[in-house]
């Protein structure tokens, strides 16, 4: 078991960076030093550290500038960086590109070249990169679901920045013997999302009686796992995953978009007092986007069997604690 003394996590200030956080000091009894690097960027918030704040070292940094990486390795004796920090969101990335390759590769390359710097020999350590099922490309009907040895095969920007991160890592390992960790996570939903994400969007159309859209047919499926069993599964890599190798971890469960609507709509119109109808009229069918993946799905068989982690959370489960939150933000 791998127990860092000195945790650098970047992108903490995001949504599942600070999920992470919270849930390091809160409830995994991770004790240790922990550095949280972040830019800031418009998908940063820095309130969702309140909690934590006064037990991490907040660092308001690009990873892009490896001399302050450097330097932030060294003088806090770092031994496990989590590299979370990226441009996250597909519509963007659609919309220009050259920020994805920026942060999500140079960044990441930066980040690694700061760690091989400071690591020299060391196998004591660990670099961390969180990655996406994006990387796979789209299943089509009747597909078996991404594994640990899918082939990369990215569609989007910000799918094909992910996935030249995910190559630069593997082969700071194969070259350096840097001690690398790759996860794959299918998407993620729960409190503090950025309200430009499906979930977090349609949840807050519907609070504000506004248009939700839907793309193409709605038929795009996904597998929505919440955010805390991502947290748990990353913790849980962190401390026992093998050096040098790659994980997926999802749920298994493919929902399409207009079903999670409904699923959206049956847990709200109770708690709002209203009929499931004046919010499903709500829906507005829009053209759907470019390169929009049909669906994506994992079969996080390996990290159930080898590191014994499972989702645990239902989507109705999870959409209702997030519903609840949002209606707790929205009321207050
Ligand atoms: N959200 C998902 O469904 C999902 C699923 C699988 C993997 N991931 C991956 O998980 C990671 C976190 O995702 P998220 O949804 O929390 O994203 P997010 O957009 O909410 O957060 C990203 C954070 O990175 C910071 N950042 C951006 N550029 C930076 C830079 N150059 N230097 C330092 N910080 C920078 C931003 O300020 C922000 O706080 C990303 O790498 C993403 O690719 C996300």
């Not at 240790?32 to 800031?40: A, F, H, I, K, M």
């Not at 990655?131 to 597909?143: I, K, M, N, P, Y």
């Not at 390992?173 to 977090?200: F, M, R, W």
């Not at 069993?229 to 469960?253: F, K, N």
Request: hydrophobic share 40%; glycine share 8%; net charge negative.
């Amino acid at each position: 078991m791998f127990n860092p003394q000195a945790l650098m996590i970047t992108g903490g200030a995001g949504f599942i960076g600070s999920h992470l956080v919270r849930r390091l000091r809160r409830d995994y009894g991770y004790c240790g030093t922990l550095v949280v690097v972040d830019l800031e960027t418009y998908a940063a918030d820095r309130s969702r550290l309140t909690e934590v704040e006064s037990s991490i070292r907040y660092v308001r940094e690009d990873i892009c500038d490896t001399e302050a990486m450097r330097a932030i390795i060294a003088d806090e004796h770092i031994d496990a960086i989590i590299n979370l920090a990226a441009e996250s969101h597909v519509d963007r990335s659609i919309e220009a590109p050259t920020p994805f390759v920026t942060t999500n590769i140079a960044g990441t390359c930066s980040l690694l070249e700061a760690a091989r710097g400071c690591w020299v020999g060391r196998t004591d350590v660990r670099f961390y990169q969180i990655s996406t099922d994006e990387v796979f490309g789209a299943l089509q009907a009747g597909d078996p679901l991404f594994t640990e040895s899918s082939p990369y095969a990215p569609r989007s920007p910000y799918a094909a920045s992910k996935a030249a991160a995910d190559h630069l890592v593997r082969s700071y390992y194969h070259t350096y013997g840097l001690p690398v960790l790759i996860s794959s996570c299918s998407n993620n939903y729960g409190p503090d999302q950025h309200a430009e994400k499906l979930i977090p969007k349609a949840i807050t159309g519907f609070l504000a009686g506004r248009t939700v859209p839907l793309y193409g047919d709605g038929l795009h499926v996904r597998d929505w796992i919440y955010v805390s069993d991502h947290t748990d599964a990353i913790y849980q890599i962190l401390r026992t995953g093998t050096p040098g190798s790659s994980y997926v971890a999802g749920t298994g469960v493919l929902t399409g978009n207009r079903m999670l609507l409904e699923m959206i709509i049956t847990l709200l119109a109770p708690r709002l007092h209203c009929e499931e109808a004046a919010l499903r009229s709500l829906i507005a069918a829009v053209p759907d986007r470019p390169g929009h993946d049909r669906g994506y799905g994992i079969d996080a068989s390996r990290l159930h069997h080898d590191l014994g982690w499972s989702a645990r959370i239902s989507l109705s489960e999870g959409l209702a604690l997030t519903i609840d939150h949002m209606i707790g933000v929205h009321t207050h």
